[in-house]
């Protein structure tokens, strides 16, 4: 008996050494960058999707321009499902597994959140491109950048924008109970209060259907103004459901959720969503640079997709912002390229990308909270409105804030 | 809430009793050696509704338990209920707003009956078959999928009723074919538990259908337009239309009940449906035989019918009209392969409710899960999670059932032995 | 030597040992990679093996395993995130002193975006400035705690509805789940909802093994917790599975009125093995939550019950060896499959149809191998001591069960 298990031991030692011997180093070129997209469900899978294909272009374009360190660049595309538990797995196997020296993309905050301690105890660099929750930077990590906005920031948009409507008194807030909406429907409140202006907070679970009753309890309120704060189809369902109640878009000043951006998916979804004021981030259309003007046309060309998302762009900036950090710190590693990325100046399809704060320059030496460490501190946060039915959303004016201001607001009543 | 202690107070008083009530109901039935069956549920509802006074009198009385026995006191402890409720919080809106009211009402009753049609096909495969379908959500979201593709992406401008008919027949086949498959090994006695298995096998199909429609049309919403217009009616006349005012996409009754016209649509569609399978039931030769598999399989089959062709017949019947329930809805929402889901959970929780395998208990349990969710959604005071909770509602209603009538409101009994011993 | 009949204790010995050496003799530099998805295969393997226990030998198809396993994750998560020891009153928090020190537990802040909002502890260690080291609670400690509410919520699930029967019993769990996400998604100021909560790593602090030093992120230890966690479990089940409880149990999934009539008390064994699993997916919740730091309310969804259920049936599912292993390598080959492939102009994308794969598969095992795929083997070698009963029963209906057969026409 003490034979067979020895025997027994012998072939478990020599099964487990034969799996570890197939295992093979990975080589030095090409470049592997990670990008973070949410691809299946319960994750956004459609900003997902919008992201990788923004990635996988800013890979093609990099090396189109000559790669980085005379190497090609490889995008490696790792799906979150939206799930922080997900994340922190999917970075792993990203540093771990397939080399990768730098992280790009990330859309759901609560992704971001889980994901950036990960990277930051491995010194990978990562640029996040949609996570808004203002931890993430605010952590102040070594390793971690953004160049979405900050939330509590765009909360701000929210608020300062709705005061403007003439009259108001009341607002109804309706938000996905996430870490993106909850906070983001708090601000606003707060945000809102500050001007005098009384608001209700109504929450959802994600992936709600039927909204019957919480229109008519929006309805029964009798708010001046209606702010969604849904992501993915219970946008659309909220909208039309409230249209057809009679508290929609063309019967008071509503604001949409940020599907609402993806126009065809809008009108097919929302057909009576005419007069929405949506939240846009960057810059109008016509003030684009070449670049982003080239995305575009590419990204329509492959997608059939009306018009590039704001996220997209992002996507697209967080990779070759890598790229170009990589190259200037003529090497991988991973705190050199933290170096390069403080002292960037990236022309990218959003603008000039840069880093103010950081080891070099603490945000609290100008009186910023910890939030802005790694930040870009200008990503253009506008509000538009659609104002003819099947409008695509980079045609629709830009009626707030009064520096990008393409077109007078509309206000129904 | 003003006064939470006049309402908490008042729920604790009612749960309280209600278990005394249910326990010593049972027992002192059982000491008289009478029908025990329902003691429980008369005793419970009557210490909530009466507390000690009509629960003394029950247990003095002992009177065989009639279904208005257990009528009364159910909506007496549910009026209790509210009355404590309105007490305790006068402002809230469906205690002072008799529209906001009335248009819930009307919102649970029409969803109510949409979602009532759909646990139907759910009851009507599980009194033939003995199986509850864990696939029925996603034979609701390929419904809607069908329709969808059919007269938005394929044939732009064909008149709806065509693309629902293919969306039936398509799922009709493939209720059909998956019977034929996979559930015929259930019959022949060669799987040791055939109810066990049955439940494994669909929850294996909902699971495959829905990453099949997601790999295949991806997962951005998609929507159908609006079926129908509303024509244009004004009652009683045109400068003030109190009774009837219609908008193309709207329908006002009174001023204040507002009824959308995809869920109008759906919910006559269903009604209109409904009837037509209560005629196919109780009229046709295929029906009857139908209900007669239901009843007694080993009779039904002695009397020459087939039983495992009603089998097929059944399960694809079921599976077409949650199609078809997604068929209607997918003008009102948008969709996606994960749709299912939620529809699916309510049927679950309207069968049992009503009484597995009973149709108008499927319908009379859609209505109340459907009112149960509006006043949730409605009236809970805090609006921030009033909304989160409405999964949890149906499941509420699923608990007290279980714990009350486990045969549900109009449940029977079930001879063949596949149907499991409730 | 060897006899035929030892063979499946002999595979069983050599993955043991297998599992036991991998970690030190694998050297790749997809290591954590790996490591992860064998730690994560392993925590299927619990959630698999018992419910195969709940589901294959005592008949109870109940869906609601993952929320057991969420109630343990859920409890191991807000114990360690809210509850401290501290030898100094804090004077911010809610605290009750305990011998000499006072167990301090936190307020809830919620999910705020912006970092100025602090619980009360970071207020008093702002006043302390340093002088005071507040003490967390112990990992095993909240593991143990999730555990055991797994069991108390499984004690009252299993009352109330294990007196009913099948389709019942699995309407009900799955509705049980569902409540369980709506409530955890919906109380965000205190679960932190879709954010997911943080806690406590395994090894926060890293921990020294025979001398060598591991970091919080190294996968070792917690590799080889979850394993000796699955081996615990599955000595549980095998010593369960031999017992006379055992015998109670299946004779309850083979004949329930008989077993009654035998003077069984089908109800509470019923309620027993329920709870039993439960605590087992609750640990094993508890432990996951733990070694990957963040828990969410989207482990509940029905997605992951299917895996599980898919996992414990291909595998097998009336052997919870069969379906621990099955586990592993569903997990594996669900990882592995991630990549694309192109046939021709169609290019396939294997994120999403990996998922098809698995159903087909899991609908053709139930179809045409009932027993599962591994069963099978493990039963060619040995018509071994485990099932034996139940084969030989199926195998001759004798006359007692005729009349049985054919009524479930």
Not at chain 1, 326 to 338: F, H, M, Q, Y
Not at chain 3, 55 to 71: D, E, L, N, P, V
Not at chain 3, 97 to 122: E, F, H, R
Request: net charge neutral; proline share 5%.
């Amino acid at each position: 008996m003490k034979k067979t298990l020895f025997s027994v031991a012998g072939f478990a030692a020599v099964l487990a050494v034969s799996v570890s011997a197939t295992a093979v180093l990975a080589a030095e070129c090409p470049i592997k960058i990670g990008g973070l997209a949410p691809l299946s469900a319960p994750g956004a899978v459609g900003g997902g999707e919008a992201m990788r294909d923004a990635m996988l272009f800013a890979e093609r374009d990099i090396n189109a321009a000559g790669g980085v360190l005379g190497c090609d660049v490889k995008v490696v595309i790792a799906d979150t499902e939206g799930l922080p538990e997900k994340a922190s797995a999917v970075m792993e196997k990203l540093i771990t597994q397939d080399g990768v020296v730098a992280v790009g993309g990330g859309y759901h905050s609560s992704v971001g959140v889980a994901a950036k301690d990960v990277s930051n105890a491995r010194k990978i660099p990562t640029v996040f491109a949609e996570t808004w929750n203002d931890t993430i930077t605010g952590d102040k990590q070594k390793f971690i950048f953004r160049i979405a906005p900050l939330s509590s920031w765009a909360s701000a948009t929210l608020w300062k924008a709705a005061l403007r409507v003439p009259g108001i008194k009341k607002v109804a807030i309706v938000t996905e109970n996430t870490d993106y909406g909850i906070p983001a429907a708090a601000e606003t409140k707060k945000g809102l209060a500050s001007g005098g202006v009384e608001a209700e907070i109504f929450g959802v679970d994600i992936g709600m259907q039927d909204f019957s009753g919480i229109v008519e309890r929006v309805k029964a309120g009798k708010p001046d103004y209606i702010i969604v704060l849904n992501t993915g189809e219970a946008g659309y369902n909220f909208a039309q459901q409230a249209a057809d109640a009679g508290i929609g878009p063309q019967d008071i000043p509503f604001q949409a959720g940020q599907v609402a951006l993806e126009s065809k998916a809008w009108w097919e979804n929302v057909p009576d969503g005419n007069m929405a004021f949506v939240q846009r981030i960057g810059t109008p259309v016509a003030t684009w640079n070449a670049k982003a003007k080239k995305l575009n046309e590419d990204y329509k060309a492959k997608t059939g997709k009306d018009a590039i998302e704001s996220y997209a762009l992002e996507a697209y900036d967080s990779i070759s912002i890598l790229a170009q950090a990589i190259n200037e710190a003529k090497s991988t590693d991973g705190e050199k390229i933290v170096t390069a990325l403080e002292n960037i100046s990236h022309d990218g399809t959003l603008g000039r990308i840069y880093f103010p704060y950081g080891s070099k320059k603490d945000p609290s030496v100008d009186g910023k909270g910890d939030e802005w460490w790694h930040q870009w501190p200008d990503p253009a946060m506008t509000m538009i409105q659609y104002q003819k039915e099947n409008q695509n959303s980079t045609d629709a004016p830009i009626i707030w804030p009064d520096a990008y201001k393409s077109g007078d607001a509309i206000y129904v009543k | 809430m003003e006064f939470p202690v006049i309402f908490w107070g008042v729920f604790a008083w009612m749960i309280s009793w209600g278990v005394v009530g249910s326990v010593v109901t049972r027992r002192v039935y059982l000491n008289k050696d009478l029908d025990t069956s329902n003691a429980g549920m008369v005793g419970s509802m009557l210490g909530a509704s009466t507390g000690p006074v009509g629960l003394i009198l029950l247990w003095i009385k002992t009177p065989p338990i009639t279904s208005r026995m257990m009528l009364f006191p159910s909506l007496a402890a549910v009026g209790v209920f509210m009355v404590a409720f309105a007490i305790a919080d006068p402002n809230n809106l469906c205690v002072v707003n008799g529209s906001f009211v009335a248009s819930q009402i009307s919102n649970g009753l029409i969803i109510g009956i949409i979602y009532g049609f759909m646990a139907l096909g759910l009851t009507l495969i599980f009194s033939i078959l003995g199986v509850v379908s864990f696939a029925h959500g996603e034979f609701y979201m390929i419904g809607g999928m069908i329709t969808y593709f059919v007269t938005t992406v394929w044939f732009p401008g064909i008149n709806p009723m065509i693309g629902i008919g293919i969306a039936c027949i398509a799922t009709f086949a493939i209720g059909a074919t998956f019977e034929r498959l996979f559930l015929t090994p259930m019959y022949s006695g060669k799987i040791g538990r055939p109810v066990e298995y049955g439940i494994l096998i669909t929850f294996g199909l909902a699971f495959t259908l829905q990453y099949f429609v997601q790999a295949l049309v991806g997962a951005n919403p998609v929507k159908a337009k609006r079926f129908f217009d509303f024509p244009r009616i004004r009652l009683p006349d045109a400068a003030d239309p109190w009774l009837i005012k219609t908008s193309r996409g709207n329908l006002e009754l009174f001023d204040t009940i507002s009824i959308s016209n995809p869920r109008f649509t759906a919910a006559i569609m269903c009604i209109l449906v409904f009837i037509a399978l209560m005629y196919f039931l109780r009229r046709t030769w295929t029906g009857k035989a139908l209900r007669a598999v239901s009843q007694d399989r080993e009779a039904a089959a002695i009397a020459g019918i087939n039983p495992d062709r009603m089998n097929m017949l059944a399960f694809a019947l079921g599976s077409m009209i949650a199609a078809l329930a997604g068929a209607m809805l997918v003008q009102a929402f948008s969709w996606l392969p994960q749709v299912g889901a939620i529809p699916a959970m309510r049927s679950f929780v309207i069968v049992v409710l009503g009484g597995l395998g009973s149709i108008p208990g499927a319908f009379l349990g859609g209505v109340i899960v459907g009112l149960v969710e509006a006043a949730g959604t409605g009236c809970i005071p805090d609006a921030q999670q009033a909304a989160s909770y409405i999964p949890a509602y149906g499941m509420f209603v699923l608990i007290l059932t279980l714990l009350l009538r486990p045969t549900g409101l109009l449940g029977r009994r079930f001879s063949s032995a596949t149907h499991g011993k409730f | 030597m060897l006899k035929k009949t030892h063979a499946p204790q002999m595979i069983g010995l050599v993955l043991v040992i297998f599992f036991a050496l991998f970690p030190f003799v694998y050297s790749a530099n997809d290591y954590p990679y790996i490591m992860h998805i064998f730690i994560t295969g392993f925590f299927y393997a619990i959630l698999a093996s018992s419910w195969s226990m709940l589901a294959g030998y005592a008949g109870q198809f109940s869906f609601g395993h993952m929320g057991f396993m969420g109630i343990g994750a859920y409890t191991a998560a807000l114990v360690s995130h809210y509850f401290y020891m501290s030898p100094v009153p804090t004077n911010f928090c809610t605290e009750f002193a305990i011998g000499d020190s006072y167990l301090i537990i936190l307020n809830p802040i919620g999910v705020t975006s912006s970092t100025l909002a602090q619980d009360c502890l970071k207020q008093a260690m702002e006043v302390w400035n340093g002088s005071v080291e507040v003490t967390p609670i112990p990992v095993w400690l909240s593991i143990t705690l999730g555990t055991l509410m797994g069991g108390i919520f499984g004690l009252l699930v299993g009352a109330l509805v294990l007196p009913l029967r099948a389709a019942y019993l699995a309407l009900f769990t799955l509705g049980f789940s569902e409540i369980l996400r709506a409530v955890i998604s919906a109380e965000i100021a205190i679960t932190r909802g879709q954010a997911g909560i943080e806690l406590r790593y395994m090894f926060e602090d890293g921990i020294t093994l025979f001398g060598r030093r591991f970091e919080q992120t190294d996968k070792l230890p917690a590799y080889f917790v979850m394993f000796f966690l699955l081996l615990l479990c599955l000595g549980i089940l095998a010593l369960l599975a031999r017992s006379k409880f055992g015998l109670f149990v299946r004779a309850l999934r083979e004949d329930q009125d008989a077993a009654a009539a035998l003077g069984v008390n089908t109800t509470r064994y019923k309620v027993m093995v329920f709870v039993i699993t439960s605590m087992m997916a609750a640990g094993a919740g508890a432990a996951m939550a733990h070694y990957v730091g963040i828990v969410s309310p989207n482990n509940i969804v029905i997605l992951q019950m299917s895996l599980v259920v898919a996992m414990a049936v291909i595998g097998g599912v009336e052997n919870f060896v069969a379906a621990a292993i099955g586990a592993i390598l569903l997990e594996f080959m669900l990882e592995m499959l991630r990549s694309s492939f192109v046939i021709g102009p169609i290019e396939v994308d294997m994120t999403t149809w990996r998922l098809v794969v698995f159903g087909v598969l899991l609908m053709l095992t139930l179809r045409f191998s009932p027993k599962g795929l591994l069963m099978p083997i493990i039963e060619y070698f040995t018509r071994g001591h485990i099932a034996k009963e139940t084969v030989a029963k199926r195998d001759e209906p004798k006359m007692g069960d005729a009349s049985r057969t054919e009524s479930s026409q």
